[in-house]
Structure formats: C-alpha cells, structure tokens
C-alpha cells in the first residue's frame, strides 16, 4: 500500500472509531465465538437497526446471512464475520467520478441548518484548489449575517473569492452575480452556500427553487451539480427531509458530513437504499483535508474492523 493510501486509511479509521466502538461494536461483540442460534438473528437485526442500516436493509442483511449459513453449514458466529462484511460492502456504491467539463461549473450544496455546509464548501474548495482548479465561493445564505462571515472568513483563510450580500439580502441576486463574477474570471468552480432554515420548510424549498433557476439563468446548464449535505449523527430523521431537498432541487449526490462524531454510521446504507443517491464524501472532521471522497471498503473496514 502507498503512504498516500496508508494515511488515507488510517483517517477513516480514526474517523469511524466512535461508530465501530458503539454500533458496530456491540456487533463484534455478538459475534463473539458462540454457536448461532435464532437469537443471534433477533439481535443481530436489532443491532443493525440500531446502527442506523433502516430497517430494510437490516432484514435483508440478516436474510443474506442465514442463507449464507445454511449454504455453507456455517455454526459459529465468529464465522459470520466475513459475510457479513461482503454483505455490507455489496449495498455500498463507488461514487461515480465527478464531472468538471464547464467553465465555471456551478454546483449548489443544500441541507438543513448545521448539517455542515458552509464548513463542506470550505473544504472543498480547499481540495479542489490543491488539485489546481480555481474555486470561489457564493454566500447565499443571507437568513444569517454569520452564516456570510462564516464563509468570509474561510475564503480568507483558504485564498479563494466569496461573493457576499448583505444579511437579509436575496440569495437569488447573490447567486446570479456569482456566476457572472465567476464566468467573467474564467473560474473552474462555483460553490453555492445556501441557506438551511427559514421560516418554513415551505419558504426553504420555494427559496432554493429559486436559486437554481437563477443560477441556470445566468448560466444554462447550471448548476451542474446539486449536493445535499447531511449530518451522520442525525440518523433516521434526516432521510425524510432529504427526500424533501430531492424533490425540490433535484439533488445528484450527497455529502455524508460528521460521520466522526456519529457514532451509528449506518446512515450510508439508508441513504444509497431509500435515497437512490450516491455518497460523494464523507467529512471525517472539521478540518479542510477532513473531507474525503467516500471509500466503500475504507468505510466497511473501518466499521467493523479495528
Ligand atoms: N466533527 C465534524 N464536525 C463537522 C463536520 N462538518 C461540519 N462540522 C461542524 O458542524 C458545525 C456546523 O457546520 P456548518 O458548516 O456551519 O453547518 P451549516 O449550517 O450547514 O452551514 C460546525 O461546528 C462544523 O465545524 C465533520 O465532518 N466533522
Ligand atoms: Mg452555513
């Protein structure tokens, strides 16, 4: 293994160490050396819920895993343990590769308040920079006046152009004028911060609508790529609201933010089975090099195995 892909795996293991210590870990802990019985499968399906899987795919897992042990006459659990590896592994996606082909390409990052994005955008903007692309930054989420100097102060730090409004200000005009900015500076990237709340989640859609037919005025084609940021340690909740943002903004993939500081990560499963939706990255701290684009091996391993 590379240094590169040594380090990379040592960060989703780190990442992932509350998950594997709690969800997973009561999992090991069941398939401890014993004999399986009907009460392992109980368990085992009420461990996987609990880890946040859905309950869907928690039963088809166990499902899997009893024909497995019929087919091959398997008695312990300990011998459960790779299965259940290639059973979580095979429901987990590669993310497609991302396609840059415009100039700017607009992508717009949804989600709700404090699901990470303004933190997301810096850190992609930051990868994306590093990869020799030219990146700015939109700040329209005006609900809040720190939601636009969170994302100043990151541009200042990061090197890379925000374009801001005031607080109140119409995230549509902001939008429209940072595809301009970003068209007449030649720019690589455009990421679009958006709001998370508003007064309903009526206003927050209607509003984000907006912004994405703005964004295509200024620029058709655009946006070119529409991410929802979700938050890991929010569990099951979140599937529904994001079934809200796809159906509102046409959401093409996701950005499983905080799965560090989840410690049920199973949320990856709900999301590829109920969401039909590809994991981009997952954010493995606060840090810029925290985002990672999601590895479904790095991220099976990290789970299950120490
Ligand atoms: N541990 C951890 N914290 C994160 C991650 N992503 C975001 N955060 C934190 O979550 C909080 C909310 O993030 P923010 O980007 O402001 O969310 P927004 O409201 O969706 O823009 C901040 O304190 C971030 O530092 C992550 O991947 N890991
Ligand atoms: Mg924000």
């Not at 299965?83 to 082909?101: D, M, V």
């Not at 607009?106 to 030219?134: D, F, H, M, P, Q």
């Amino acid at each position: 293994m590379s240094d590169k892909n040594n380090n990379l795996f040592a960060k989703w293991k780190r990442g992932l160490a509350r998950t594997r210590k709690t969800a997973f870990g009561r999992i090991a802990t069941l398939l401890g050396a014993t004999e399986i019985t009907e009460e392992t499968w109980d368990e085992l399906e009420a461990l996987l819920i609990q880890a946040d899987l859905g309950v869907e795919t928690a039963l088809e897992v166990v499902e899997a895993l009893k024909e497995t042990t019929a087919r091959e006459a398997l008695v312990r659990s300990d011998e459960l343990e790779e299965a259940l590896h290639a059973e979580l592994r095979r429901r987990l996606q590669a993310p497609p590769p991302i396609e840059w082909k415009e100039r700017p390409n607009v992508v717009l990052l949804v989600g709700v308040n404090g699901s990470g994005k303004t933190t997301t955008a810096a850190k992609l903007a930051w990868r994306y920079t590093r990869e020799g692309k030219s990146v700015m930054l939109a700040a329209a989420d005006t609900f809040r006046a720190a939601a636009i100097d969170q994302l100043k102060t990151w541009g200042e730090r990061l090197h890379v152009p925000v374009i801001a409004g005031q607080p109140g200000g119409d995230p549509g005009a902001i939008t429209y004028d940072a595809v301009q900015a970003a068209r007449a500076r030649n720019a690589d990237i455009l990421f679009v911060d958006t709001a998370g709340r508003l007064h309903t989640r009526f206003n927050l859609m209607e509003e984000l609508k907006k912004v994405r037919r703005v964004a295509n005025k200024a620029l058709p084609g655009a946006p070119h790529h529409v991410w929802l940021v979700m938050d890991a340690t929010t569990g099951q909740n979140a599937l529904q609201q994001a079934k809200a943002f796809k159906k509102a903004v046409d959401v093409s993939g996701v950005i499983l933010a905080k799965l560090d500081s989840s410690a049920k990560g199973g949320m990856a499963f709900a999301i590829q089975h109920e969401l039909a939706l590809p994991i981009l990255f997952a954010g493995l701290g606060e840090k810029p090099e925290d985002l990672t684009p999601f590895d479904p091996e790095a991220f099976v391993q990290g789970v299950l195995h120490a």
